[in-house]
């Protein structure tokens, strides 16, 4: 069945550290990509998206391109800020039941000063 | 712009007791979900509601039920809770079922 599998965390980096949380998935046909983060008790939020192959998702200075040939979705960040700090989620959906969003386990990001 | 709200956002319940976890969102979103969230296992979808009168099984639908009371609202109920379920829970709505979901805050159950 489809699946998500992230790097375990937690990663932990000093401010304006260059930042990469590697994603790659298991799924048939063309599933759309997707990375949500999740503050401190708060619920997740979404962060980026990527709907098909090549496609880079872009917010808050986070990227992360759609490869199909590698079957990732990492996603990077060039100067992280100690407001980073937080839980980042890849997940995605289905193509065939889009109702449902598949999650990785979720990797924690420290930043510290 | 409250978005999705959960209530409540604590609640510790003994082993066979009954609880419903509410959920309403006031953004016309059309599709809403239940997931529980456990250490190690990121977040598991338990119920799914695709249209105001349907719902269907996610993932780990074992020792709960929910009902779509119209299209704001969507509860989440425990029969008897088991230890088991000490777990986060979050409520999420998207507009369709291919959109991004919005989440609430969580409901932090603890059964004893």
């Known amino acids: 069945g489809n699946s998500v599998t992230q790097m375990e965390g937690p990663v932990t980096l000093s401010e304006e550290a260059f930042l990469t949380i590697n994603c790659t998935y298991t799924a048939t046909g063309y599933p759309s990509l997707f990375w949500y983060v999740q503050y401190p008790g708060e619920g997740l939020q979404l962060l980026l998206k990527a709907t098909k192959a090549d496609d880079k998702g872009s917010n808050k200075g986070f990227e992360a391109t759609y490869r199909k040939e590698t079957t990732s979705f990492h996603l990077e960040k060039g100067s992280v800020q100690v407001s980073d700090s937080a839980v980042y989620f890849c997940?995605?959906?289905?193509?065939?039941?889009?109702?449902?969003?598949?999650f990785g386990t979720g990797t924690r990001l420290q930043v510290f000063p | 712009n409250a978005g999705v709200t959960q209530t409540p956002k604590f609640q510790v319940l003994k082993t066979g007791q009954s609880m419903t976890l509410q959920c309403a969102q006031d953004?016309?979103?059309?599709?809403m979900y239940w997931y529980r969230q456990d250490p190690g296992m990121g977040l598991r979808l338990i119920y799914y509601?695709?249209?105001?009168?349907?719902?269907d099984k996610g993932e780990v639908p074992n020792g709960y039920n929910v009902s779509r009371l119209n299209k704001r609202e969507f509860s989440l109920r425990l029969e008897s809770a088991a230890p088991s379920q000490t777990s986060v829970y979050f409520c999420a709505s998207s507009r369709t079922s291919n959109q991004p979901q919005h989440f609430g805050d969580g409901t932090r159950l603890s059964i004893l």
């Open positions: 509601s695709a249209s105001e009168g349907t719902t």
């Open positions: 997940a995605l959906s289905d193509q065939r039941n889009t109702d449902k969003l598949i």
């Open positions: 953004m016309n979103h059309n599709s």
